[in-house]
Structures are given as structure tokens and as C-alpha cells.
């Protein structure tokens, strides 16, 4: 069942109200709205927890789509109990874990402005995240890192605006992204726009992302590995260069 998916319009909703729609049979919850990003654009999905009317906890390991963009499945962690079909819950993302994915996100779009290559792949994660780029060229990473945290602490407002699936067919040079797909399939395509008027960046993504650059806070590259000739690959964690050390 198609669902109302708020973290789409909110970044930073933690919790919301919702209804079991359907239970699958690998015990998979779906509910008629979700606050739980499901996994997808190389940003893993949301942890945290259903709460019952009676208090009891029902925890969740992963959300992910189902076969369409519109299916968001709550995926319980072993032995945990099922809700029935049509009972009330309060969703609860773990905030924490959210939003360092919402930092790391942000700082790897910051990284594609500063090396505006082709991107063949990406991660997000918790603790580090990875970013391929199609260049052959040899950059040095401390360079990398004082650009990115100039634009941190220019604090840049991050935003979204919404556009037709047919304006992005026509403007395909905004693509960065040579093998993620941008998110279309709902019919309009969320562009995430760094600075006043796009200024810094704008690109077609799916994830959550924080308000301004400000929030990504420290961050540095800790290495760049050659995958290949034109293959360079990125990790970017948070802290200063020395906290590797
Ligand atoms: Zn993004």
C-alpha cells in the first residue's frame, strides 16, 4: 500500500503517529505514513522503534522500499512482537544514528562540489562515507578537506526543491551521478540546492540531508584509494585529520 512518506517533506521529523496497513509474512510492517527512511541512493535506512499503546517496544533493524518507491517496509528485529492490522503506533527513528547519516549525506554532496567529477558510487554511513569519483587526476586530500570545511563554515542554507520528472529528462546535465539513477519513479524529483539560489550546488537526490552546511560540523578526508585507472575513491569521516591519527 502506497504510503504518506513525511520524511520527505521533513528531515527532521523523529517521531510521528501511524497505522498498520499490512504485515508480511517475513514480518514486515507497513503503515499508512512513516517518519523511517527506507534504505536507497546509498543512504542506509532508519533504526529505532514502533511503540504499542501499552508502552512495549517493538524494535526495528532495518526499513526498506519495497518493489515500488511508494512501499516503505519496517523490518522488526528478530523475536520482537507483531502488531495486528489497523493498531495505532508511535514511530521513533533512532536521532542519533539519523542524524550523523543526515551529516555524512550532506558532506558528501559538499564533496562532489569540490571535486566536480562524475560520481560512480556511493555510501553513506554512520561513521564514514564513500564516494566514487571517474578521474584519473591526483588530488591532494588536506586540499580536499580545507574546501570542504570552508564551505561548512560558510554556512550554507541546504534545501529542496521539487521538480516534474520531465524537467530533469530535459535538464540531464544536472545529473552528477553516472550509476545511482536519480530518484524518479514518483512522478517528481527532489533537488537538493546548497546556497542562496543553488549557488554552491544543486543535484537530484532522494536522502535526508541537514539545513545548513554548518551542521555537517567537522569533517575531513581520511583517504583516497585508486580503484583502477580512472577510479578514485573517497572516505570521508567526521572529526579533524589528527583524530585518525
Ligand atoms: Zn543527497
Redesign the pocket.
Known amino acids: 500500500m502506497p504510503v504518506n512518506a513525511l520524511y520527505r517533506d521533513d528531515f527532521y521529523l523523529s517521531t510521528a503517529e501511524a497505522v498498520v496497513t499490512a504485515i508480511h509474512e517475513d514480518g514486515g510492517i507497513e503503515l499508512d505514513q512513516t517518519c523511517f527512511y527506507a534504505t536507497s541512493?546509498g543512504q542506509p535506512g532508519d533504526t529505532g522503534f514502533l511503540e504499542r499503546a501499552d508502552g512495549s517496544k517493538i524494535m526495528l533493524g532495518q526499513t526498506r522500499h519495497g518493489p515500488i518507491k511508494d512501499i516503505v517496509i519496517h523490518v522488526p528485529l528478530e523475536g520482537e512482537a507483531q502488531p495486528i492490522l489497523g493498531e495505532k503506533l508511535v514511530l521513533h527513528i533512532d536521532w542519533a544514528r539519523r542524524y550523523r547519516l543526515m551529516r555524512m549525506?550532506t558532506a558528501?554532496?559538499l564533496l562532489s562540489v569540490v571535486c566536480p567529477y562524475p560520481i560512480t558510487g556511493a555510501a553513506v554511513g554512520e561513521d564514514e562515507s564513500r564516494v566514487d569519483f571517474d578521474m584519473s587526476e591526483t588530488i591532494d586530500k588536506d586540499e580536499v578537506t580545507a574546501r570542504m570545511m570552508a564551505l561548512v563554515n560558510e554556512n550554507h542554507p541546504v534545501y529542496v526543491q521539487w521538480i516534474t520528472d520531465e524537467e530533469l529528462a530535459a535538464n540531464p546535465g544536472i545529473v552528477k551521478s553516472k550509476n545511482v539513477r536519480p530518484p524518479v519513479g514518483l512522478g517528481r524529483v527532489s533537488l537538493?540546492c546548497i546556497g542562496e539560489n543553488s549557488a554552491v550546488d544543486s543535484q537530484p537526490?532522494g536522502?535526508t540531508?541537514v539545513s545548513e552546511t554548518q551542521e555537517v560540523g567537522a569533517i575531513h578526508i581520511a583517504k583516497i584509494e585508486k580503484k583502477g585507472k580512472e577510479n578514485r575513491r573517497f572516505r570521508i569521516r567526521f572529526g579533524t585529520p589528527t583524530d585518525d591519527a
Do not use: K
Open positions: 541512493g549525506h558528501c554532496h537538493v537526490c536522502g540531508h
